[in-house]
């Protein structure tokens, strides 16, 4: 199972001081939507000329102008660029196009998608690289918020799947149990005192 | 009714020179999502020092992290920013919340969403400021597509709301006449070939 790091920051120096930090340790370098969208895909640029071994992740959450929007995102060194599940096929198609062409990913990200495993499977049969089952920033602040129905609905999808919804080294193991492909991991490492002793920590309770 | 200019482009050069071609005939200067993920908040910025008189909408199309999303929009200069309607309520109310702060409006964007009359009730209720009866720039390819669906939706829901799918200058009586409170135009206006040109013919349509 590989570690992704979610950086949820919003400028490029902080994203670039805390993937210096958390790299020996992450499989994945993503830049979170906020990010991306007040420092622009310049962000994802500097990233990944700073760290060209990792996969880059631009998690733009596209919900139109699939082909577009993926394709400024791999042009500026993205690896994996994120559509949204709710987005329609036509998008989600227009993104396959572009990673097609620029030999890169596309991860659906099914926040906010009622049926995650149905969705999944549909998804995955137009060319996506796996789904991403995810409970965002505001889901998890909720009232009873508990992710082991992102679990569940991971195994029930049959397809390659990615976890992300407040993993810390204490759950992350039921993650790799669940048969995850990823465990996207973000305020447990850029929230700890020192990131790169999180990231590692993590790193060493996947088995 | 108000006109809202979407400037679909991906350089903030190119979103001032549109905006000051179409300025002197639109009310809502609309910085599209693809162009804040390009440029980043900083394109907000400048159309707003540029355009102090005008409404601008930063199209964010925010399905996470709502609050967060919303502030640092505002605080770049935006007057009006876009959450999509699939997002979890969650996300709505922490838009809202950082709309209250700053004295300005959300918007709710109901691109994909099935049942849009229901959902427009439901988060004018949260507080947002008007939604917008919204097909995509990859629904409007698809075969078949007429937005006539989208004036029905807007009427039906009873609640303040924008059209945007595709309208000229043919079609834009027909906007004013569904009761809309704004028409967005975007190709209408930065694809022809004189972009002043096209606005004015836009705003002498509507009566």
Request: aromatic share 4%.
């Amino acid at each position: 199972m590989k570690l992704q790091f979610a950086m949820d920051t919003l400028t490029t120096q902080a994203a670039l001081e805390l993937a210096a930090a958390a790299a020996p340790h992450v499989d994945i370098l993503e830049l979170g939507t906020p990010l991306i969208k007040s420092a622009g895909l310049s962000a994802v640029t500097a990233v990944k000329s700073a760290h060209p071994d990792k996969i880059v992740f631009a998690d733009l959450k596209t919900m139109d102008a699939g082909e577009l929007e993926a394709e400024i995102a791999f042009a500026a060194g993205a690896d994996l660029v994120s559509v949204l599940g709710s987005a329609g096929d036509s998008t989600i198609l227009g993104a396959v196009k572009a990673a097609k062409k620029h030999g890169k990913g596309i991860v659906v990200d099914l926040i906010g998608v009622a049926d995650k495993p149905a969705r999944a499977k549909e998804v995955v049969a137009l060319g996506v690289e796996f789904v991403e089952m995810h409970a965002g920033l505001d889901e998890q602040a909720e009232e009873g918020f508990t992710f082991s129905t992102l679990l569940r609905d991971g195994e029930a999808s049959g397809v390659p799947f990615s976890v992300a919804g407040g993993i810390t080294a204490s759950t992350i193991a039921a993650v790799q149990q669940s048969g995850a492909r990823v465990a996207v991991a973000g305020g447990a490492i850029y929230g700890a005192p020192d990131v790169g002793v999180a990231a590692a920590t993590l790193r060493a309770a996947i088995v």
